[in-house]
């Protein structure tokens, strides 16, 4: 018989149609128009951003929508230093956890306009935008975050939202 | 994510995502040997030390955990032991048509295999009904070398 086989082609491929549904529908709707916003939990009275219809914690419905600044400190972050299928960011990047002002957990994106191995817990960071012709209701139109020269921010103001 | 903005109040988003992944993978050498005689319109399984085929072969017996004895030919044509009508088919399988997915146990094997059976209509399906490979014209050593099985009497 001839040669055994020795790899053979496996692809996955699943076709999704993704409902962004009623809160993560405003909140992209306010990105698209330069802003975050948030909810309050009636219950534990945190602010959640994205929004969402219940409070994971409390399991309530959530209460008032609140606006969020597009600004805020980095709590918890990552340098990614391994290349991987599908990257698009030149290596080492850096992805974040950032608090924004007004919300209680923090946001993921990425910082740029620093060195990798100057980002630090408590560095305040804002979003760059997309210029308002070019935004549309996706995260993209957030392209990153950048420091915004402030003093870091203290331990204590986010210690109990990592 | 693209963004496409519908529903009758306009606040309904929807979202293309599409999740895929390109893998390859490295078969070993029992399975490297089925996948060779598919490509030569033939079916072997894996004979264990008590006698039993297995088909699609594995390298060791699930009963003992031996490693299997040999390879062995098995036939052409086998039973359907269960099946499960597919109506609306979906992109990448067997058939683009309704079709059966079944488990045959081909003559000479222990174990039932995964395929699908073109029938035409459920009402043409039956557990314990012979079918037989219907082999791919072009093969290249690949579970998709059977294109499907039919039934006997067809």
């Known amino acids: ?162 | 994510m693209k963004h496409v903005l519908v529903g009758a109040m306009g606040t309904e988003m929807i979202a293309p995502y599409v999740l895929e992944y390109t893998y390859r993978r490295s078969v070993g050498p029992v399975l490297g040997r089925f996948l060779a005689a598919l490509r030569e319109a033939r079916v072997e399984g894996a004979r264990t030390h008590s006698g039993k085929v297995i088909v699609p072969p594995t390298e060791y017996d699930p009963d003992s955990g031996e490693a299997v004895a040999d390879m062995v030919e098995v036939g052409q044509v086998g039973v359907v032991t269960a099946w499960a009508w597919m109506g609306e088919p979906m992109r990448n399988q067997p058939l683009d048509k309704p079709f059966a997915w079944a488990l045959v146990k081909l003559d000479g094997a222990d174990t039932a295999m995964l395929h699908a059976v073109d029938a035409g209509s459920p009402e043409r399906m039956a557990s314990g009904m012979r079918v037989r490979i219907r082999w791919r014209q072009q093969r290249e050593g690949s579970i998709r070398d059977i294109e499907c099985f039919e039934p006997e009497a067809a």
Request: with cysteine; aromatic share 10%; hydrophobic share 40%.
């Open chain 1, 1 to 162: 018989m001839a040669d055994p086989i020795k790899v053979v082609k496996i692809p996955i491929h699943l076709d999704f149609q993704v409902l962004a549904g009623r809160d993560y529908a405003r909140f992209l709707t306010a990105i698209a128009e330069g802003r975050f916003v948030g909810r309050r939990c009636p219950s534990c009275k945190k602010v959640y951003v994205p929004p969402r219809g219940a409070c994971p914690t409390c399991a309530v419905v959530m209460g008032e929508e609140v606006p969020v600044a597009d600004r805020g400190c980095v709590t918890t972050f990552c340098v990614v230093n391994v290349p991987y299928e599908g990257q698009t960011m030149k290596l080492p990047y850096v992805y974040a956890s950032n608090l924004l002002d007004g919300a209680d957990i923090p946001f993921p994106h990425l910082i740029t306009g620093i060195e990798a191995k100057d980002v630090r817990m408590g560095l305040r960071v804002k979003a760059d935008w997309l210029p308002a012709a070019e935004r549309k209701p996706t995260m993209e139109s957030v392209r990153w975050f950048t420091p915004t020269g402030e003093p870091d921010a203290p331990y204590d103001s986010y210690k109990d939202h990592l």
